[in-house]
């Protein structure tokens, strides 16, 4: 039906997330509609990303600059480690503005299922930061999932020996949720995590 080439940009296209065969169909049919408007551009920003980003050496974010720009901000407090997952965990809370310590990206989560263990994280750098740096908290923003926990308790084991204070995001309610709408271990984990007034 369609050339190899377009069925090449459908392919690679149905590979993004959120989108299968059909979204990539459709965006790609939207882009081969829109060229000098939309293709063009895409292509000029992707080979200008592709020559431009790289992975910060401190804390495996992406920037044009390595070190980050956010490794290099001074005006960052350098006793505050925030642990992540993934660079979108710390984007979103970059978007939120609730922290202005550091980062380290894991890379990923422990998962059996998966086949990930801990030579697949970017662990051993993390415990370097912690050895070398005056870290004094370390904040663990990690998925509330099975996943996320077992990554969490894993490293805060390999944490112990040192002098540094650890910490997780509270789970529970969130903002503007209602209770009969919720699922019981949310609420399990509201109740037990409650604070006082």
Not at 38 to 53: H, V
Not at 72 to 94: I, N, P, Y
Not at 168 to 180: I, T, W
Request: one cysteine or more.
């Amino acid at each position: 039906m369609n050339g190899p080439e377009i069925q090449r940009m459908i392919q690679l296209l149905s590979r993004l997330p959120g989108l299968g065969p059909r979204s990539g169909r459709r965006v790609a049919l939207h882009l081969l509609k829109k060229r000098e408007l939309l293709l063009k551009p895409l292509i000029d920003a992707l080979q200008t990303a592709d020559e431009s980003i790289q992975t910060c050496k401190i804390c495996s974010n992406l920037d044009t600059c390595n070190p980050c720009s956010i490794c290099t901000d001074l005006k960052r407090d350098d006793h505050l480690l925030c642990v992540v997952a993934d660079v979108s965990d710390l984007w979103a809370l970059e978007r939120s503005q609730v922290l202005r310590g550091r980062y380290h990206i894991l890379g990923g989560l422990l998962s059996a299922m998966e086949g990930i263990g801990p030579e697949q994280l970017n662990l051993e750098s993390l415990i370097k930061r912690i050895e070398n740096q005056k870290i004094q908290e370390v904040v663990f923003a990690l998925n509330a999932t099975v996943d996320g926990q077992t990554t969490l308790h894993y490293i805060a084991d390999r944490l112990q020996p040192y002098n540094v204070k650890l910490s997780s995001l509270a789970h529970g309610v969130p903002m503007g949720g209602e209770l009969d709408y919720l699922d019981e271990g949310t609420l399990s984990t509201a109740f037990v995590e409650r604070r006082g007034l």
